[in-house]
């Protein structure tokens, strides 16, 4: 973990850029105090997702009620499209 200066990462901030898309995290200081934290975000490519709904297929995980309740919202006009917990 790199720790740089506001003003060091101002004056240098596309070089930042890439060391943290690069995986580096960087600790950002501001008067000798930590301020905040630049970090990779995570690459996802939908594979894990895919996993998950593998292990779920065919399995009844939400119950007739889930059910119940998307086909009750896919029954309503547009126009009522807005807060669902106000009746």
């Not at 740089?4 to 008067?31: C, H, P, W």
């Not at 690459?43 to 086909?71: C, I, M, S, Y």
Request: proline fraction near 6%.
């Amino acid at each position: 973990m790199k720790e740089m200066s506001a003003t060091e990462v101002a004056r240098n901030f596309s070089a930042v850029l890439d060391s943290v898309e690069n995986g580096e995290t960087i600790v950002i200081t501001r008067g000798g105090h930590q301020l905040a934290k630049l970090v990779p975000t995570p690459r996802a490519n939908g594979a894990a997702l895919a996993e998950v709904l593998r292990k779920w297929q065919g399995q009844d995980v939400f119950g007739p009620e889930f059910d119940e309740t998307v086909a009750w919202a896919r029954s309503l006009p547009a126009d009522q499209d807005g807060d669902p917990w106000h009746e």
